[in-house]
């Protein structure tokens, strides 16, 4: 169909396979033109000294800065899992200092051994 609102409606013929073909062709185009998400980690310990720290905070503000999503996880290994409020500190205060670039999509929440906490770039 060219013009469905038409009186007498007009409409055209085509093969069915061009049709066909031009049909994915559109859909691919589509799905080029879409943007994708990309998810970038970062793992600390519950005890991250402060120059690591430093050093993992500059990589997700980068990250975060090239539009990719960030996902922070504390990993628990053995008995540190009694640090749990050391691990949830530590991504909210990731979270405050990178505030300026991104915005927390997730709060901390404990999966696991793992506390994972999302941050997506801010626009």
């Known amino acids: 169909m060219i013009s469905e ?29 879409q943007q994708k998400v990309v998810v970038k980690e970062i793992r600390f310990g519950p005890q991250t000294d402060d120059h690591d720290y430093d050093f993992k905070k500059r990589h ?9 999503k960030l996902k922070a996880y504390v990993f628990f290994k053995g008995r540190s899992i009694i640090f749990k409020d050391q691990g949830e500190i530590l ?19 404990l999966e696991g051994k793992r506390m994972i906490m999302m941050m997506g770039p801010k626009k």
């Not at 997700?60 to 990719?68: D, K, N």
């Open 60 to 68: 997700a503000r980068s990250f975060l800065e090239e539009g990719s």
């Open 5 to 33: 609102k038409a009186i007498p409606p007009v409409c055209r013929v085509v093969e069915y396979k061009k049709f066909l073909y031009e049909q994915k062709k559109k859909e691919k185009e589509l799905k080029a033109k």
């Open 91 to 109: 991504l909210l205060r990731l979270a405050q200092e990178l505030e300026d670039v991104g915005k927390v999509e997730q709060l901390p929440k």
